[in-house]
C-alpha cells in the first residue's frame, strides 16, 4: 500500500498519532463513513456557511498530511481510498464542532477528493458529457451549458479566494501565469478543454472563469445531420467542396459551432496530403496522419518570447503544406492566410466571427488594414475574392439549435463590391411553443461554378439538388 502521509507526519508527533491511526489498515470504500463511526444519520444538515467552513478545514489539514508528490506519481484510483481514510479520521476531531448527516458526509468525501484530485465545485460539470461550456460569473454564481441552453446551478465557492485557487491551479499545469500585473490568461485543461479567467481590478464582481468543453469523441458529418444542423444534401456538398480543395471561409457568432463544423469538414481531407493546423488554443482534433499541428505562445513575465498566429502562418509556408488550417482569423494573420491561399495553397480553411457573410468579408478586410500597408479598398476586396471560394454561415438560434444558415459562393468584383451568391439556405418558418424554431431548409436555384472543378476531379453532384425545392 501506498504511505500517502508526508514526513513530518511519519515522524510520530501528537498531530500525528491523534489524525491518522494504523496507517497500513485496508481503505475503507464498502462501509458509509456514518456507518463506520457508529453515527446515526440526523434529520437536519447543517448551514451552508458551517459546511463551507469545515469543508476549508478538511482539506487544509489534508494538505498537510499529505506528501503531496504522490499526487503526480499515482492515480486517483490507487490514491483516493487512502484519502478517504484520511478525511474520516480528521472527521472524528471535527464531530463536536460540526455534526454531518450521512448524506452530508458522503457529499463532503466527494467534494474533498474532487477539491484534491480535480477543480473543486466544477469537476461534476467537467464529467458531465451534456455540459459544453462552464461559465464563473462570480464565486456563487456558476452557469452551465446543455444542449445550447444556459442553466445556472446550485453550485458555489467558498468564496473569491476558494475559486483563485482553482484558477491558479489551472494556469500553473500549463506554465501560465495570472495576478494584477497579468490579469487575464488563455490556458487549456488536460483534456484539452479550453479556459479563460480574468481577475480583479479587471473583473469587477471577482475573478470571472470560462471554460468550453472538449469532447474526446469529436462529433462526425452524420452526427450534424441528425442533429438537423444541415441537411444530407448540404453535407454531401460541404463534403465535395473540401475534397475539391477550394478555400473555404467558416463564418458565426460565439458559440455557433464554428471550429465544430471546421473539425468535421477537415476530416474528408485526403490523408495523404500534408495539413498545418495553426490554433491559438488546441482544439482540432483531426484523425490524418500527416497533421502537424501549432499553437500560439503569449508573452513571459518580461513580455519576451511571444508567437503569434502570423508568425506560424508565415512559417508555415516553409514546411511545405498542402492544407493550411487557421482556427480562427483574429488580426494580422488574415492577410498572411489570404496570400497562401493565393499562392497556391488551396484547400485551406479558416473561420471567423461575422454575424452574415457580407460581414464576413468586411471584417477580412479590416483585419489586413490593421497590418498597416497601405493597399486601396477596391485592390484587397479583389485579393480577398481571388482567394476564398465559398462562405458557410453558421447560427445558434433562440432554441439552442445551431444550423447551417447559409452557403454562399464568392463570384468576383462588380464595380467596388464582392459579388456573392446563394446556394442553400435556411429560412425560420415559426416557433413551436416550447420554444423550438420551425423551418426549412432550401436550395436557392443557383447552379455553383464551384460544380466544374468537382467534374474535373470526378466528385460526383446528385442530380437536380441546387434545383429550387426544400430538402
Known amino acids: 500500500m501506498i504511505d500517502i502521509l508526508n514526513r513530518s507526519q511519519k515522524r510520530g508527533g501528537k498531530e500525528s498519532a491523534r489524525t491518522v491511526?494504523?496507517?497500513s489498515a485496508s481503505p475503507v470504500v464498502s462501509k458509509g463513513a456514518d456507518e463506520l463511526l457508529g453515527i446515526r444519520p440526523r434529520r437536519r444538515g447543517v448551514a451552508d456557511n458551517e459546511y463551507y467552513e469545515l469543508k476549508t478545514?478538511?482539506?487544509?489539514?489534508?494538505?498537510?498530511?499529505?506528501d503531496l508528490t504522490l499526487l503526480d506519481s499515482f492515480d486517483e484510483v490507487t490514491l483516493a481510498p487512502q484519502i478517504r481514510r484520511l478525511v474520516e479520521q480528521i472527521l472524528r476531531d471535527e464531530e463536536n464542532r460540526v455534526p454531518l448527516n450521512l448524506n452530508e458526509r458522503e457529499k463532503l468525501f466527494r467534494?474533498?477528493?474532487d477539491e484534491v484530485f480535480g477543480l473543486g465545485p466544477l469537476e461534476p460539470f467537467l464529467q458531465d458529457p451534456t455540459v459544453s461550456d462552464i461559465l464563473v460569473n462570480n464565486y456563487r454564481q456558476i452557469y452551465v451549458e446543455r444542449f445550447g441552453k444556459l442553466e445556472i446551478t446550485e453550485a458555489r465557492f467558498k468564496d473569491d479566494i476558494h475559486l483563485r485557487k482553482i484558477i491558479d491551479k489551472i494556469v500553473s499545469a500549463v506554465g501560465r501565469r495570472i495576478d494584477e500585473s497579468s490579469p487575464m490568461v488563455d490556458a487549456r485543461l488536460a483534456d484539452g478543454s479550453r479556459v479563460n479567467a480574468i481577475i480583479p481590478p479587471l473583473a469587477m464582481d471577482g475573478s470571472v472563469l470560462s471554460i468550453r468543453r472538449f469532447f474526446r469523441d469529436p462529433l462526425e458529418l452524420e452526427d450534424l445531420i441528425t442533429l438537423g444542423t444541415m441537411t444530407a444534401e448540404?453535407?454531401?456538398?460541404?463534403?465535395?467542396?473540401?475534397?475539391?480543395k477550394l478555400n473555404v471561409l467558416i463564418s458565426g457568432g460565439t458559440g455557433s459551432g464554428k471550429t465544430t463544423l471546421l473539425n468535421v469538414l477537415s476530416r474528408f481531407i485526403p490523408n495523404e496530403e500534408r495539413i498545418i493546423t495553426i490554433e491559438d488554443v488546441a482544439e482540432l482534433q483531426l484523425k490524418q496522419d500527416h497533421c502537424v499541428r501549432l499553437e500560439t505562445r503569449p508573452p513571459n513575465i518580461e513580455g519576451k518570447g511571444e508567437v503569434t498566429q502570423r508568425d506560424l502562418v508565415r512559417n508555415s509556408l516553409r514546411m511545405r503544406p498542402d492544407r493550411i488550417i487557421v482556427g480562427e482569423v483574429r488580426g494580422q494573420e488574415s492577410f498572411d492566410m489570404l496570400q497562401a491561399m493565393n499562392t497556391g495553397h488551396e484547400g485551406s480553411l479558416t473561420t471567423i466571427h461575422a454575424n452574415s457573410p457580407r460581414d464576413a468579408l468586411m471584417r477580412l478586410e479590416t483585419m489586413v488594414a490593421m497590418t498597416g500597408m497601405d493597399i486601396?479598398?477596391?485592390?484587397?476586396r479583389k485579393y480577398i475574392s481571388s482567394a476564398l471560394d465559398v462562405v458557410i454561415q453558421v447560427a445558434r438560434l433562440p432554441d439552442g439549435?445551431?444550423?447551417v444558415m447559409s452557403l454562399q459562393e464568392i463570384l468576383r468584383m462588380e464595380g467596388n463590391?464582392?459579388?456573392l451568391q446563394q446556394i442553400f439556405c435556411f429560412e425560420q418558418e415559426g416557433i413551436e411553443e416550447d420554444g423550438r424554431i420551425l423551418g426549412k431548409f432550401k436550395a436557392c436555384g443557383i447552379r455553383p461554378r464551384f460544380t466544374e472543378k468537382f467534374q474535373i476531379?470526378?466528385?460526383?453532384?446528385?442530380?437536380g439538388i441546387f434545383e429550387v425545392r426544400e430538402l
Open 21 to 23: 491511526s494504523n496507517p
Open 57 to 66: 478545514r478538511i482539506h487544509d489539514r489534508l494538505i498537510d498530511l499529505m
Open 111 to 113: 467534494e474533498i477528493q
Open 234 to 244: 448540404i453535407a454531401e456538398i460541404l463534403k465535395g467542396i473540401v475534397k475539391a
Open 376 to 380: 486601396p479598398s477596391e485592390f484587397m
Open 401 to 403: 439549435s445551431r444550423k
Open 417 to 419: 463590391m464582392i459579388t
Open 457 to 463: 476531379m470526378g466528385i460526383p453532384v446528385p442530380q
